[in-house]
């Protein structure tokens, strides 16, 4: 990926990973899975709320999606957000070439 594309998925994920409501998302979606109500009724959310904020999760593959009979369960993608931290990590310090 060349270094524009590079830095604008780190500022989508920048932008994403600064919001307190998706933080606490991911931090309850690291613990267990979740499906969206059982996640609103736990962080005192409407459920429009948490439709919302998980879209925006979804969308940047910070979270997966996997359905079960009729609801659908939410679990935080460790792996991805471990490699965009790493990725911010590494553009922000990244020495002169």
Do not use: C, W
Request: aromatic share 6%.
């Amino acid at each position: 990926m060349d270094e524009s594309k590079e830095e604008d998925k780190v500022i989508d994920l920048a932008k994403v990973l600064f919001d307190r409501t998706k933080i606490k998302i991911i931090k309850e979606l690291n613990q267990q899975p979740q499906y969206g109500f059982g996640l609103a009724k736990q962080l005192n959310l409407s459920s429009p709320t948490i439709s919302y904020h998980i879209s925006k999760l979804s969308d940047l593959g910070l979270i997966t999606a996997q359905r079960n009979e009729n609801k659908i369960f939410y679990q935080a993608n460790q792996e991805l957000i471990e490699e965009a931290l790493k990725s911010m990590s590494d553009m922000l310090i990244a020495k002169e070439r």
